[in-house]
């Protein structure tokens, strides 16, 4: 069993800062730590520089870490990590890696493909609680990529670091793709539950980053799940979106933080899923 370290960790953005930049229908809703058309800022979403590779592993070294099996805990898992090829508009080139940490696959996967690892330590929480309970099932669905509510999952993309990279992928794709998909920026009928007679509710979604969760798991709490956002659920909840919210919340502050206010460019923050272009060197 790892029990956490005690450290300092630096305090979350402030408030004012994170609301500078939230768009004005998301001010205007009741305070609420749930707002459905307004789950994620781009730029909690989708900075890579979010964490490094060292703070990940100081994250998941204070994680209280009980497994359900022999499974190691998240901050000793390691791996041989495969090559992964550029994957046009979506991921960069990945090389291979000998008996990696968990910490360096995330970072790296998120550098290489545009995602926040905030966003990736959120996920496989939010999908197999494996930074607080791993197993050796959980590690094999790690993010819950090609594991449909209706299906079984695909054992083509089990494993830590498939499962890592595959969901990172699919959100850049969601986002170079944003007309492919159910969910799109601007108003959306969004069940509560996979079953369609729990009913629905027209949402208005206001940025990217907001569509690529309800593209990831589409489904929206219902009035009784926000009434009791731990439980227990009715036979129409459906947490997931809203367990994804509390966690970030938990564990970084706010979702809606934005690092800079004031008027600067849309790709200093993300905005819509895209940063700004590496300057182009200078020919000696």
């Known amino acids: 069993m790892r029990l956490p370290r005690l450290r300092l960790i630096a305090a979350a953005t402030a408030a004012a800062a994170a609301l500078a930049l939230v768009p004005a229908a998301a001010v205007a809703e009741p305070p609420t730590p749930f707002y459905p058309g307004y789950i994620i800022s781009d730029d909690s979403f989708f900075n890579p520089d979010a964490m490094t590779a060292a703070q990940i592993q100081d994250f998941l070294d204070d994680r209280t870490c009980r497994p359900k099996d022999d ?25 291979s890696r000998k008996h990696e940490r968990a910490s360096s696959i995330i970072a790296r ?67 170079v793709h944003p007309g492919d998909w159910r969910y799109k920026v601007g108003a959306n009928r969004i069940q509560y539950h996979p079953d369609a007679t729990c009913g629905a509710s027209t949402v208005t979604i206001l940025n990217q980053a907001t569509a690529n969760l309800y593209n990831y798991t589409p489904y929206q709490p219902n009035d009784d799940t926000l009434r009791a956002p731990k439980g227990p659920g009715g036979s129409c909840s459906a947490y997931g979106n809203l367990n994804f919210s509390r966690l970030y919340t938990a564990w970084f502050g706010t979702p809606l933080a934005v690092r800079y206010t004031g008027f600067v460019d849309g790709c200093m923050v993300y905005q819509s899923g895209f940063g700004c272009p590496e300057p182009t060197p200078l020919k000696p």
Request: proline share 8%.
């Open 109 to 175: 996967v998120a550098k290489a493909c545009t995602i926040s690892p905030r966003v990736l330590l959120v996920l496989l929480q939010k999908e197999q609680s494996l930074l607080t309970a791993p197993s050796a099932s959980g590690y094999q669905r790690a993010t819950g990529y090609a594991c449909p509510d209706t299906a079984a999952c695909d054992a083509r993309y089990f494993g830590f670091f498939n499962q890592v990279y595959r969901a990172a992928w699919q959100f850049r794709e969601y986002t």
């Open 71 to 95: 499974s190691p805990c998240l901050a000793d898992f390691r791996m041989d990590s495969p090559a992964q090829p550029v994957s046009k508009e979506r991921c960069a080139a990945m090389p």
